[in-house]
C-alpha cells in the first residue's frame, strides 16, 4: 500500500524542520550540512549569491581567503628567495 501524497507531504516537512534544527545546531557537523545541501538539491532548491544574502557573503569569505593564501604564498616565495641568495654567498 502506498503512502497518500498528505503523508509523504507531513514526513517531509518533518524532514526539513529536522535537518534545518540540525543546520542551527552548535555542535553540527559537516555531515549534517552535506545531507541538508542534498536535500535541498534534491528538491531543486537554488539561490544564486547576491550582496544581501548568505550565499553572497559566503562568496566573498572565500574570494578573501583566496586572495589571503596568494599573499602569503607571494611573500614566502619572496623569503625562500632571500635566503637562496644568502646561501649562495656563504658558499
Do not use: Q, Y
Amino acid at each position: 500500500m502506498a503512502a497518500s501524497e498528505e503523508t509523504l507531504g507531513k514526513l517531509h516537512a518533518a524532514l526539513a524542520k529536522a535537518l534545518t534544527d540540525r543546520v542551527n545546531a552548535a555542535d553540527s557537523a559537516a555531515a549534517d550540512l552535506a545531507v541538508a545541501a542534498r536535500f535541498l538539491k534534491d528538491n531543486g532548491i537554488t539561490c544564486s549569491p547576491t550582496a544581501d544574502n548568505a550565499l553572497g557573503e559566503l562568496e566573498k569569505a572565500l574570494a578573501a581567503k583566496r586572495d589571503r593564501a596568494k599573499a602569503i604564498t607571494e611573500r614566502d616565495r619572496a623569503d625562500i628567495a632571500k635566503v637562496a641568495d644568502v646561501t649562495r654567498l656563504m658558499h
